[in-house]
């Protein structure tokens, strides 16, 4: 029986999941898998996979989801990619408790099953080259031609495969292929490979102990079925691949047959999803490395501040489809400033400061003012900012002239301070070169929470304390790229021409003095700014912010003006 939750989306997946319960499939059980290579780290497209395996699992009575990882080609896996990924699902809010799996727990068993596919005359050691097996293969309008080691004696294929297990032949000598139908018109069909040798590589969990590896079009519906996976749900790419799963599972002695269901992959604008291309990135120093927080990996997203619940939420109203898709960054970006206006404390920061001396405000006076972390939410308390006779406020906040809808402040103009006092410009100091370095003001002491009685103050602006304000490094995150689709443009040889030179500016900013207590990780949203998180390499010495996201969506205005 069906324990989904009632506020779950339906979709395609769980419809077929719902019939197969009521129709009392699988023992009325629900088994998914989590199936990453350790290869590199996670991406925000795995994370609609990952919320989709795990969050089915639980959404049924009895449901279970296996992490696996497919660990069959060892020269690019490694153990730090293991434990990034573990790390990654555990941050995301799901747990396979003791269902943790790899592919190589199963090289013996997945040997045996090559070995009586080979007995039955449905598998042969080829020794034709990359090459020459491409040219063999045929083309999608042309059928293949049979290897002429094809119809090799099962005695001789079993006698080379237990040589090629045992080391005797060079990489890439030989292979074990399937044999199905060079003529097939689907291309995965024809005579595909099931094992490569490779030496010289060591298994981050089987060491040496093994010179040759199965491929992943072998090696997972036969995982799937060990592991009694009920529905085996993968991306669209896989659509072709699926008769070569049933085919491998329908010609070997195994009980349990998953049923392989593909769903469209996550397409996110502004960035890449290929693991090859975010691996091009990190290698050539472009960035600084997988977390780095203009990356679409769940760890950048992490360090940029954003929250396992936004994630999940994008995951969720992105939907669960068969049609190919582009999803906008800016609905990504939604989802956390939906989470973090709720939940992230407010704070005070000049990302580019302009001194302020109020000249009518006592010299040594430090005045600490209350004020609320959250203005709609008591729970979260109050902190203290300190009010001194010079502060700096946001060089954008400042203009000589300006007209009536100007809300900041002016020449002769008044403002008001947030949770503090309204001020008067009187002077403005300019250096040799005509540039503003200083303005002079006055403040009135009777509207500190009030209103000044009889006049109009323009509007209001954040500041911090220049005696008592903490120096701090803020990075300053924008989209990675400055095309939709970096990937997808065939005008450019290569995606990084794409790249979006201001994705990272780094600012010397003030911030209030709480926020030298602040924790790595923790969020904060600077009043007027936007939201921010503390950065890993922040310290009591050096204090870093990254920019999360900013309070409202500019690109939709910049997007707009060029359709």
Same mark, same amino acid.
């Given at each position: ?7 779950? =989306? ?30 590199? $780290? ?14 089915? &699992? ?55 099953? &090559? ?27 042309? =059928? ?100 070569? $799963? ?106 580019? =400061? ?37 502060? $700096? ?8 002239? &300006? ?73 300053? $995150? ?22 979006? =030179? ?62």
């Amino acid at each position: 029986m069906s324990n989904k939750e009632t506020s779950a =989306p339906t979709h395609f997946i769980r419809q077929i999941i719902e019939r197969d319960l009521a129709a009392g499939k699988n023992d009325g059980k629900i088994h998914t898998r989590f199936p990453p290579e350790p290869n590199g $780290y996670l991406h925000i497209g795995h994370a609609k996979s990952i919320c989709l395996n795990f969050g089915l &699992a639980k959404d049924y009575a009895g449901g279970q989801c296996n992490l696996r990882f497919d660990d069959t080609n060892p020269h690019k896996e490694n153990e730090d990619y293991v434990n990034a990924i573990k790390e990654d699902v555990k941050w995301l809010g799901f747990d396979w408790e003791d269902r943790l799996y790899y592919a190589s727990d199963y090289f013996e068993k997945l040997y045996g099953y &090559a070995v009586e596919l080979i007995k039955a005359g449905k598998a042969y050691v080829c020794d034709l080259n990359a090459e020459q097996t491409r040219e063999y293969r045929g083309t999608l309008t042309d =059928p293949g031609r049979e290897s002429p080691y094809r119809n090799r004696s099962v005695e001789e294929n079993l006698d080379l495969f237990a040589r090629i297990r045992a080391g005797e032949f060079e990489d890439g000598s030989r292979v074990l292929r399937a044999k199905i139908d060079m003529a097939s018109p689907n291309m995965n069909m024809r005579d595909p490979t099931l094992y490569r040798i490779r030496h010289g590589v060591i298994h981050h969990q089987t060491g040496e102990a093994w010179c040759i590896y199965p491929m992943y079009d072998f090696t997972h519906p036969i995982s799937d079925a060990l592991e009694g996976i009920t529905h085996s749900l993968c991306t669209l790419e896989f659509e072709d691949h699926r008769p070569l $799963y049933d085919w491998i599972l329908d010609n070997i002695t195994i009980d349990c047959h998953p049923q392989q269901i593909e769903f469209s992959r996550l397409n996110l604008e502004y960035t890449v999803m290929s693991k090859r291309k975010l691996t091009q990135l990190v290698d050539e120093g472009l960035m600084t490395g997988w977390d780095d927080p203009r990356m679409p990996t769940i760890a950048g997203l992490r360090r940029r501040g954003y929250t396992p619940k936004s994630i999940r939420t994008f995951c969720e109203r992105i939907g669960v489809t068969k049609s190919a898709n582009s999803v906008e960054m800016g609905m990504l970006e939604a989802c956390i400033r939906e989470d973090l206006d709720q939940h992230a404390r407010r704070a005070l920061a000049v990302l580019d =400061p302009l001194k302020v001396v109020i000249e009518n405000y006592p010299e040594e006076k430090v005045e600490m003012l209350d004020a609320p972390y959250h203005p709609k939410d008591e729970s979260m308390g109050s902190r203290q900012l300190a009010f001194t006779r010079e502060i $700096y406020i946001d060089r954008a906040d400042f203009r000589e002239e &300006a007209n009536k809808k100007y809300k900041r402040m002016v020449t002769g103009g008044e403002v008001r301070l947030r949770n503090a006092y309204v001020i008067k410009c009187e002077q403005v100091i300019k250096d040799d070169d005509g540039e503003i370095i200083e303005l002079r003001c006055s403040y009135d002491p009777e509207t500190l929470g009030a209103n000044p009685v009889g006049r109009k103050v323009r509007g209001v602006i954040h500041w911090a304390s220049a005696s008592q304000g903490v120096p701090a490094e803020v990075r300053i $995150y924008d989209r990675l790229f400055n095309h939709p689709a970096p990937d997808s443009d065939k005008s450019v040889e290569s995606f990084l021409q794409h790249i979006n =030179p201001d994705s990272l500016r780094t600012v010397q900013a003030i911030v209030e003095p709480s926020l030298r207590q602040a924790e790595v990780g923790e969020q904060f949203q600077f009043e007027r700014e936007g939201y921010f998180c503390v950065d890993q390499e922040s310290s009591h010495d050096k204090v870093i912010f990254n920019r999360t996201v900013t309070l409202r969506d500019t690109w939709a205005k910049i997007e707009g003006e060029g359709s």
